[in-house]
């Protein structure tokens, strides 16, 4: 089983930065993908960034926010990161965190077997 825990959420203005945290505790963190998702209102959720396993050494990034969000993975302290930068109105979302023993894709959410319970980020004008 594997539990996970977003921070670093909250409200900052259009142009700033966040960086979102996630507490992975379970068995084997270096055998899991990780992935950020998140969900605006009346939308449906979407991935923004994947890092692979250590064995899969992948990175994706969703092209809404290649340049950027940035996505890493720090196996000593089991925690996997999500550094937002340059943030848009339209980044206003509950962002959440998602783990899976992956072989295929890091981009196909349906691979991702636990997830937290969300951070929410609130970009104002």
């Known amino acids: 089983q594997v539990q996970m825990t977003e921070s670093g959420g909250g409200l900052v203005q259009a142009g700033g930065s966040l960086k979102l945290s996630c507490i992975v505790r379970g068995r084997a963190f270096s055998t899991y993908s990780f992935g950020w998702f998140r969900q605006a209102p009346g939308k449906e959720r979407e991935l923004l960034a994947a890092v692979g396993a250590d064995w899969n050494n992948k990175t994706y990034i969703a092209d809404s926010v290649k340049g950027r969000f940035a996505i890493s993975r720090d196996n000593a302290k089991e925690r996997v990161y999500l550094q937002m930068n340059n943030l848009k109105l339209e980044d206003t979302a509950v962002y959440y965190c998602?783990?899976?023993?992956?072989?295929?894709?890091?981009?196909?959410?349906?691979?991702?077997?636990?997830w937290g319970q969300g951070t929410q980020v609130s970009v104002s004008s």
């Open positions: 998602a783990a899976g023993t992956i072989f295929s894709s890091i981009a196909t959410e349906s691979e991702y077997d636990y």
